[in-house]
Each structure stands twice: as structure tokens, then as C-alpha cells.
């Protein structure tokens, strides 16, 4: 089987209320320090050391001073004299901001290392220009935000972690935005759906404590910027929690439902699209899985990254070209659900953007800037499109769908291709 080629951008749109609040809070003014304990050294094995780092991460992650500074003070007790200089630091910090703060070089002197199982590298993308930490393999947990934005970054995956995206049950797969979580949703017959999740590991996950609704249809409040649930219908976990089941009443194909899933109480539900053309076949028990993204016949020497750039053309109007096409294709892909595959063009198109800004052939001062920012626009709505098609949010999709078509629209227009504005 080839391998799978799949990108992620790595991070998330916060509202803008939310993000001044961040803002405020990253300048907020230190306390008073109190005053750090004096700590022997006596340094454990680094599996216990990441042990008690954890323990401190997850505190700060649950928005806990009190328990974090405890954990540090372990922490400090099995580490290095090094590390432990780092910990000191940090227990110096009078309130819960600052901490945060100190706990960055704290975790950049772990995270270089060569990790036990059990452990992976987290990145938050937001946080001080780009912040890392470690946390135990599985939901990413931010330290550095908690409650305000817990699920905000990426978790590489850990030792022994499988790196595929692909159907167990012949449906169509989405990444949970916690970074841990496969969804899969499948149509096995008319009006019914059934949503099955398995982890980093591609083990299945029991659902039985999960909730959530099978949306299928939907109304645009415009007063309110909002969707509104017409008709919904609950998912009842199987009971042997294999997966959580919907049944629609007068369920037709095609089919289009919005899984909209609560992981944990008190959480956010996570939406997830599914547009079923026609019924799902369930894989067969010694049917090996496939890929469920587009692949490329490449070396698998060469990095992905690589292995999906286009062929640039000379002339500036043949690069307009290339990036309508590019276009095109992601409008069917998002007409046919197939959120997952429009990362290759979305990210071609982000190539060829670049390189027409590089060309130098001339255009007029006002075609020049028209182009200039619309390029600016496309390469941000291509890594949203990267980012929301591995989710499998429509309504997210659509959004930098807009941003990237009017995008391409305007490079049509002053290269004088069909579709321009």
C-alpha cells in the first residue's frame, strides 16, 4: 500500500474577544514573587522525570496554581541540577500567568529528548510566537492556555503511534480536533448512521460516555451569525460502546449529516460532515484498511512535502491557469464530501500563488498590487482549507473556501481567465 500523504497546518482560529483576552493576560504584571523552596538533588531515571513533568503540566492545564506549584516542587525533587534550576524559576512565579511563562524553557530543555512510550511532543502554535511541551499520549491539553483554549495545537505522535487516516469500516474518516481522535462515520443502510472513533493508535475507543446529535438539517440565522438545528437526532452509544448510532427517520441517498459529538462533559460538542453519495460497505473482517486519502506515486524517500509540489509554468497567465484548476477541483471535492483530499490542491495552489508573486513579468501598479494581496489572502485560505478539511467542519470549510475562491477570482480576472470576479 503507498503511503498516505497527509499535512497538517497545526493550528486554530480563536474569536477576536478571545484572543485580546489572551493578549491582556500574556502582559498582565507579575506578583510578587514568593519565595522558591531550597530542593536537594537527587536525580531519578527520565521516565520519572517526565512522570512528575506531566503531573505539572496537567496542573497548569486545569487551571490549578496551587496543585502546579506542588507538582514543580516534586518535579524539582528527581531531576537534574539543570532542569531543577529551570523548576526553581518557575515556583519563584506569583501567580498562574507568570508560571506559565517560566514553564516554556522549562519544557524546551525536555522536549529535544528522545521520548519513552507513554509520552509525546505537544506544539502550541499561539502561545508566545510558537510554545512546545510534553504530555501524555493522547487529547492535547495546553498548559499554557487551559480552560480558555485546552484543545488549541498538535500532539506528534507518540512511539508505537500509526500514522493513517484510513477507514475501518468503509466510511469516511475525520482527525478530532484534539489531535487523538479518528471519527468515522458510515451510512450501512437508509436512516441509519453510525459514528465509531478509535485513537492515536488506531485502537478502538469505547463511546459509551460520549453524546452527541446526527444534524441533518439546518437554518442560517443571520441575526445571530448562527445555524440553526432543524432536524436533529440523538446518538445512543451500541451497547457494547463500539460506536454511537442515529436513526433518521425517511433517510434517503444521498445523505448529508453533521455529527456533533461531545467528547466530556462540559465540553464543547466537535461537528464533523459527512455526505454519504451512496450506502456504506462495511469492510470485510480480513480486509486490510485502506488509506482513505489521495496518494501520489512518488519514492517514498522523498518528503511529502516534496512530493506534492506542482510543476510551476514559465508564464505568469499559465500559473493563473494552474491555480483555477486547482480551484476547480476543490469545489468538487467540497460538493462530494470529500474533505480530506483537498489539502493536495489547496496547498498546489498555495505553490503556484507564490511563484506568480515571484514572477516578474509586468503587470500594471494596480493588477500588481490586486495580485499581491490576493495572494496573501489565497495562502492563508489554503492552510485553513489543509486545516478544516483533516476536521471535516463544512461550515469552517465553506468559510475559507470563500476567502480562497474570491482569491483566485481576482487572479483570474487580471490574467484574463474565465471565472474572475
Same mark, same amino acid.
Given at each position: 500500500?503507498?503511503?498516505?500523504?497527509?499535512?497538517?497546518?497545526?493550528?486554530?482560529?480563536?474569536?477576536?474577544?478571545?484572543?485580546?483576552?489572551?493578549? %491582556?493576560?500574556?502582559?498582565? +504584571?507579575?506578583?510578587?514573587?514568593?519565595?522558591?523552596?531550597?530542593?536537594?538533588?537527587?536525580?531519578? =531515571?527520565?521516565?520519572?522525570? %517526565?512522570?512528575?513533568?506531566?503531573?505539572?503540566?496537567?496542573?497548569?492545564?486545569?487551571? =490549578?496554581?496551587?496543585a502546579t506549584r506542588t507538582e514543580l516542587e516534586e518535579f524539582a525533587r528527581v531531576t537534574d541540577a539543570a532542569t531543577q534550576a529551570l523548576a526553581l524559576v518557575a515556583l519563584e512565579?506569583?501567580?498562574?500567568?507568570?508560571?506559565?511563562? =517560566?514553564?516554556? &524553557?522549562?519544557?524546551?530543555?525536555?522536549?529535544?529528548?528522545?521520548?519513552?512510550?507513554?509520552?509525546?511532543?505537544?506544539?502550541?502554535?499561539?502561545?508566545?510566537?510558537?510554545?512546545?511541551?510534553?504530555?501524555?499520549?493522547?487529547?492535547?491539553?495546553?498548559?499554557?492556555?487551559?480552560?480558555?483554549?485546552? +484543545?488549541?495545537?498538535?500532539?506528534?505522535?507518540?512511539?508505537?503511534?500509526?500514522?493513517?487516516?484510513?477507514?475501518?469500516?468503509?466510511? #469516511?474518516?475525520?482527525?478530532?480536533?484534539?489531535?487523538?481522535?479518528?471519527?468515522?462515520?458510515?451510512? &450501512?443502510?437508509?436512516?441509519?448512521?453510525?459514528?465509531?472513533?478509535?485513537?492515536?493508535?488506531?485502537?478502538?475507543?469505547?463511546?459509551?460516555?460520549?453524546?452527541?446529535?446526527?444534524?441533518?438539517?439546518?437554518?442560517?440565522?443571520?441575526?445571530?451569525?448562527?445555524?440553526?438545528?432543524?432536524?436533529?437526532?440523538?446518538?445512543?452509544?451500541?451497547?457494547?460502546?463500539?460506536?454511537?448510532?442515529? %436513526?433518521?427517520?425517511?433517510?434517503?441517498?444521498?445523505?448529508?449529516?453533521? *455529527?456533533?459529538?461531545?467528547?466530556? /462533559?462540559?465540553? /464543547?460538542?466537535?461537528?464533523?460532515?459527512?455526505?454519504?453519495?451512496?450506502? #456504506?460497505?462495511?469492510?470485510?473482517?480480513?480486509?486490510? &484498511?485502506?488509506?482513505?486519502?489521495?496518494?501520489? =506515486?512518488?519514492?517514498? #524517500?522523498?518528503?511529502?512535502?516534496?512530493?506534492?509540489?506542482?510543476?510551476?509554468?514559465?508564464?505568469?497567465?499559465?500559473?493563473?491557469?494552474?491555480?483555477? #484548476?486547482?480551484d476547480q477541483q476543490i469545489q468538487d471535492m467540497i460538493g462530494r464530501g470529500a474533505f480530506t483530499e483537498i489539502f493536495i490542491?489547496?496547498?498546489?495552489?498555495?505553490?503556484?500563488?507564490?511563484?506568480?508573486?515571484?514572477?516578474?513579468?509586468?503587470? *500594471?501598479?494596480?493588477?500588481?498590487?490586486?495580485?499581491?494581496?490576493?495572494?496573501?489572502?489565497?495562502?492563508?485560505?489554503?492552510? %485553513?482549507?489543509?486545516?478544516?478539511?483533516?476536521?471535516?467542519?463544512?461550515?469552517?470549510?465553506?468559510?475559507?473556501?470563500?476567502?480562497?475562491?474570491?482569491?483566485?477570482?481576482?487572479?483570474?480576472?487580471?490574467?484574463?481567465?474565465?471565472?474572475?470576479?
Open positions: 500500500m503507498s503511503e498516505q500523504i497527509h499535512l497538517k497546518s497545526g493550528w486554530r482560529l480563536v474569536a477576536p474577544g478571545l484572543a485580546l483576552a489572551i493578549t %491582556l493576560a500574556g502582559c498582565a +504584571t507579575r506578583s510578587s514573587p514568593s519565595t522558591a523552596p531550597t530542593i536537594p538533588v537527587d536525580p531519578a =531515571d527520565f521516565e520519572t522525570q %517526565l512522570t512528575e513533568y506531566v503531573q505539572v503540566q496537567e496542573a497548569l492545564a486545569a487551571d =490549578d496554581f496551587a512565579a506569583g501567580d498562574i500567568v507568570a508560571m506559565r511563562a =517560566d514553564f516554556k &524553557p522549562l519544557s524546551e530543555s525536555l522536549v529535544s529528548q528522545e521520548l519513552p512510550q507513554g509520552f509525546a511532543r505537544a506544539y502550541c502554535p499561539m502561545y508566545d510566537n510558537g510554545s512546545s511541551w510534553i504530555q501524555r499520549d493522547g487529547p492535547v491539553r495546553n498548559p499554557y492556555y487551559g480552560a480558555a483554549m485546552l +484543545t488549541c495545537g498538535v500532539v506528534d505522535a507518540a512511539a508505537g503511534a500509526h500514522m493513517d487516516h484510513g477507514p475501518q469500516h468503509g466510511g #469516511t474518516v475525520f482527525m478530532a480536533p484534539d489531535s487523538f481522535h479518528h471519527i468515522e462515520g458510515t451510512y &450501512p443502510e437508509a436512516g441509519v448512521f453510525r459514528l465509531y472513533a478509535t485513537d492515536n493508535y488506531r485502537e478502538p475507543v469505547d463511546v459509551s460516555g460520549w453524546t452527541g446529535r446526527a444534524v441533518t438539517q439546518e437554518d442560517y440565522d443571520a441575526d445571530t451569525d448562527e445555524f440553526i438545528e432543524v432536524a436533529a437526532f440523538d446518538l445512543i452509544p451500541s451497547p457494547d460502546g463500539a460506536y454511537l448510532e442515529a %436513526l433518521i427517520p425517511d433517510g434517503a441517498i444521498p445523505a448529508e449529516v453533521a *455529527a456533533k459529538v461531545f467528547f466530556e /462533559p462540559n465540553f /464543547p460538542a466537535e461537528r464533523f460532515d459527512f455526505i454519504f453519495a451512496e450506502l #456504506t460497505a462495511e469492510l470485510a473482517a480480513d480486509a486490510a &484498511p485502506t488509506s482513505g486519502a489521495v496518494t501520489l =506515486d512518488a519514492p517514498e #524517500t522523498i518528503p511529502l512535502s516534496q512530493r506534492i509540489l506542482p510543476d510551476i509554468p514559465e508564464q505568469a497567465g499559465e500559473i493563473a491557469a494552474e491555480i483555477a #484548476t486547482r490542491p489547496a496547498l498546489q495552489a498555495k505553490e503556484l500563488a507564490l511563484a506568480l508573486q515571484r514572477n516578474e513579468q509586468p503587470l *500594471a501598479d494596480t493588477d500588481r498590487d490586486q495580485v499581491r494581496i490576493a495572494v496573501r489572502h489565497l495562502v492563508r485560505a489554503a492552510y %485553513l482549507l489543509d486545516w478544516y478539511g483533516d476536521l471535516g467542519n463544512k461550515n469552517d470549510v465553506d468559510s475559507a473556501y470563500s476567502v480562497f475562491g474570491d482569491a483566485v477570482g481576482t487572479i483570474s480576472q487580471v490574467y484574463g481567465l474565465p471565472g474572475g470576479p
